[in-house]
């Protein structure tokens, strides 16, 4: 209890600080979320399509998903230096893997009956795409956008180094004074996550078709 | 609609088609028919494309496929198969104008036309708004068949539409496909493995095996000159039922009109010889008046006497049979 109260105690004398982060995080994790789906959901189409490298593009997209965060940011900061750069990009490559697969699978599985059909009757490939397998498919697909919704939201933690100070999202307003007692710190940041996890998960559950 | 020679072969050599040729006239009900694995499915499937012959050539409308686009050929010819394949996400008014949409009829006129169809079908307009999933597996099938009739093709081709039915529904809805055929003179090419169906529907039928036509003809000619032994073995299991059943009251010998002995029960010429027997024995008569559908002039007389003649004919296997 005192625990808990302490936390709060924390976050209410960091307001102004506790309230930014928690801007700058949402802002990232949209951000973030509308650069998965811009480019997920067209390439999960585009190799439901040409399906001999589904298999090569989903591998690949499997392995960027195994990099563990702390490895990537060694590869990143070399790279792009620290800031919304090189976060909105580790949550990219990280988010791809549910959404790319999910439209795969959603497309490829539309009953086959169906498509024959709409094929049948003169459908070009693009109506086929639009009026009837993207429709089908899209509860598969909009399931595999609420699961980057909610791994984007809590992903955006780990990922910059707490030590280093500039980077984006609610980790800083923790990291930043070295001198607060850590126990308190990850309570802070946890209790920050809560809220946007729980609305992501809201999200994912609603109308869960 | 004809074939030349079409062949389809597949990868390591496998034939599915081997040199098959027939016609198929404007406004004829054709059933193909074999085992399954037969190759009929994969005519079918050639005549809109969906599949291509190794050799041979399909001409439909009088020009030959390829000489067709796809995507134009495929909307001049009505679709029905046996998943029905309607679409889960789109209400039974969407389903049926399918076509339209994709070809960018406006609206209004889809909506008219999807009203027109349920009438076709015997459907009420409550039905527009529903979704598949809310049908009946008979009321599918009827929106399938409505789908395809939507932009008024000349020619239809049905892969098995009735086969995932049940037996009652079967009938209901072959009934009603015949009354269809007979009021809309559409080309039908029907496929399916269910001989009672074939000769029940058919005005000329195809009998396949392992890739070849076999026999091509009217029900009563193949049944009663079977060209082939596969074809009279394939045709003969139903015993003589089959054989009244399968042959229209047009098709058998009948009498000149002369004189009539009073009043007598009549049959018209599109029934089926079972139905001509059936009407005797309720009457107790032996001679029917055959009647034109629609006008109801007499055409001529069949007698219970010719009827035993031509099973005779038929079971003591006497190969020729000509129409009186």
């Known amino acids: 209890m005192a625990f808990f109260i302490r936390v709060l105690l924390l976050a209410v004398e960091r307001k102004s600080l506790v309230l930014s982060s928690l801007r700058e995080h949402v802002v990232i994790s949209l951000l973030a979320c509308l650069f998965i789906a811009l480019c997920g959901v067209p390439l999960g189409i585009l190799i439901a399509r040409f399906r001999r490298v589904a298999f090569w593009v989903i591998a690949t997209t499997g392995v960027l998903y195994t990099i563990p965060a702390l490895a990537l940011f060694g590869f990143m900061i070399p790279l792009f230096g620290i800031g919304l750069r090189p976060t909105l990009f580790a949550l990219f490559i990280y988010g791809l893997l549910p959404l790319v697969r999910n439209t795969y699978v959603g497309i490829t599985t539309v009953d086959p009956a169906i498509v024959e059909a709409a094929k049948g009757m003169g459908s070009t490939d693009w109506q086929l795409l639009w009026r009837v397998q993207i429709p089908l498919a899209l509860p598969v697909i909009v399931a595999g956008l609420r699961t980057v919704v909610v791994m984007t939201i809590s992903y955006g933690h780990p990922l910059p180094p707490s030590s280093v100070r500039g980077v984006w999202g609610c980790s800083s307003s923790v990291a930043s004074p070295l001198t607060i007692p850590s126990s308190s710190c990850l309570g802070v940041s946890w209790s920050l996550h809560l809220p946007l996890g729980l609305m992501g998960c809201s999200l994912s559950l609603k109308g869960g078709s | 609609m004809a074939f030349q020679e079409v062949t389809k072969e597949y990868a390591r050599g496998v034939r599915a088609l081997e040199g098959v040729s027939f016609e198929v006239e404007e406004g004829e ?52 198969i046996q998943q029905i394949g ?72 049905m892969d098995e539409p009735f086969g995932a039915l049940d037996q009652i529904t079967r009938m209901k809805l072959q009934d009603e496909l015949l009354e269809l055929h007979r009021k809309l003179k559409k080309t039908i090419l029907f496929v399916t493995h269910d001989l009672e169906e074939a000769l029940k529907l058919s005005t000329r039928l195809g009998v396949m095996r392992g890739g070849r036509m076999l026999g091509v003809g009217r029900p009563h000619e193949l049944l009663l000159t079977p060209p082939d032994p596969f074809v009279e073995e394939f045709l003969g299991r139903g015993g003589i039922i089959q054989v009244l059943r399968a042959i229209r009251v047009g098709d058998a010998p009948l009498r000149k009109t002369q004189e009539l002995p009073g009043t007598c029960p009549s049959v018209p010429v599109s029934a089926s010889l079972e139905d001509a027997l059936r009407r005797m024995v309720l009457a107790a008569r032996r001679t029917l008046v055959v009647t034109e559908d629609g006008t109801g002039r007499v055409v001529g007389i069949l007698e219970f006497e010719d009827l035993c003649r031509l099973l005779h004919r038929y079971l003591e296997g006497k190969l020729s049979f000509t129409c009186a």
């Open chain 2, 86 to 157: 309607l679409f889960p996400h789109l209400t039974v008014e969407e389903n049926m104008t399918y076509v339209l949409a994709i070809m960018g009829v406006p609206l209004q006129v889809r909506r008219q036309r999807a009203r027109e169809l349920l009438g076709v079908i015997g459907l009420d307009e409550s039905y527009l708004r529903r979704f598949p999933r809310e049908l009946s597996g008979g009321e599918r099938q009827r929106v399938g068949v409505a789908r395809a009739l939507a932009a008024d093709p000349k020619l239809i081709v």
């Open chain 2, 29 to 80: 009900f054709f059933c193909l028919i074999g085992p399954s694995g037969c190759g009929k499915t994969t005519l079918l499937k050639m005549v809109n494309r969906l599949l291509e012959p190794t050799s041979g050539r399909i001409f439909v409308y009088g020009q030959d496929v390829q000489a067709w686009d796809p995507i134009a050929l495929r909307r001049s010819i009505g679709y029905v």
